[in-house]
């Protein structure tokens, strides 16, 4: 692992549409495991299905997880879990407590790997959407906008939504709406390439 900090660039922060878990996994592990080469710590907040999909494709590109994961340039935590620790009454998105649960993980991973740009993936604006939450879901996007906008270090986010369950007009007009940069309408395959919209 690189003992250099790479120039951090301003934060970014992107959201795209993907058509199946294989290509998610393919598209979030090239993310985060282009960062992790560079010495980038990465954080996850995705269900169990995805975080073992993603491990796995990490392991795949040749990269040791276990020792990512010990040497503290790995960080996974639940979807749910996360979502329930600021939103208690299962609702609406408690804009301190998601400051405190979220900004309070990347402060941790900040303070570990002093300098380095962060690399976020996060599947919770996508599974309160596909729950029909579709209100919290643009509310918690907005706070991840908020968050990568005042929070040190430069916050390098992504997160993918699932075209073929979004209500294409309602999530063009919503989503892009609470994003004002980086979003994304092109598809991506299971191969990685990126389909026709």
């Given amino acids: 692992m690189p003992q250099t900090p790479p120039e951090s660039p301003d934060h970014f922060h992107a959201v795209r549409f993907y058509q199946d878990t294989a290509s998610l996994c393919h598209i979030v592990a090239t993310f ?26 990490l392991a795949a590109d040749g990269l040791d997880i276990e020792l990512f994961r010990q040497a503290g340039f790995l960080f996974e935590l639940d979807a749910a879990e996360t979502l329930a620790r600021f939103m208690p009454d299962g609702e609406e998105p408690d804009r ?11 402060q941790q991973i900040a303070g570990r790997q002093a300098g380095r740009s962060i690399r976020a993936y996060g599947q919770m604006v996508d599974v309160l959407w596909q729950a029909g939450a579709h209100v919290a879901a643009v509310r918690v996007e907005v706070l991840w906008n908020q ?51």
Avoid: Y
């Fill in 32 to 57: 985060l495991g282009e960062g992790l080469k560079l010495g980038e710590p990465a954080l996850v907040i995705a269900t169990i299905e995805q975080r073992v999909g993603i491990a796995a494709a």
């Fill in 96 to 106: 301190h407590k998601f400051f405190e649960v979220v900004g309070g993980v990347l």
């Fill in 147 to 197: 968050l990568a906008a005042t929070r040190p270090p430069v916050l390098v986010a992504l997160r993918l939504l699932d075209g073929q369950l979004l209500p294409g007009r309602r999530a063009r007009r919503d989503l892009p709406a609470a994003h004002p940069r980086g979003f994304g309408r092109r598809r991506v395959g299971a191969s990685g390439r990126r389909a026709q919209p």
